[in-house]
């Protein structure tokens, strides 16, 4: 039943639910059940490794386009107020 719903949350790519999986990891009987559990496991990572690459990409778009419109707003026009 593990494997099936960390399956299910890798190809769902739910964060959260394989989380909780790997922390709630059960023991395991035979090594065919280990193996298969370890290539999950790495499977996850290549998934939260590439989530974590496409929102550092999001992060540097959202970034570019907030100095862009910042430089494209009108500027103020170079006063000089004295206040006395």
Not at 22 to 41: D, G, K, R, Y
Not at 69 to 84: G, V
Request: charged content about 25%.
């Amino acid at each position: 039943m593990w494997h099936t719903k960390l399956q299910i949350a890798i190809i769902e790519k739910n964060v959260q639910e394989i989380d909780m999986l790997v922390s709630q990891m059960p023991t395991f009987e035979t090594q065919e059940q280990m193996e298969s559990a370890a290539s999950l496991i790495k499977e996850a990572l290549k998934v939260l490794q590439q989530m974590k690459n496409e929102t550092g990409e999001t992060l540097q778009k959202l970034r570019q386009h907030k100095d862009f419109l910042a430089s494209t707003q009108n500027q103020a026009p170079n006063t000089l107020d004295i206040i006395s």
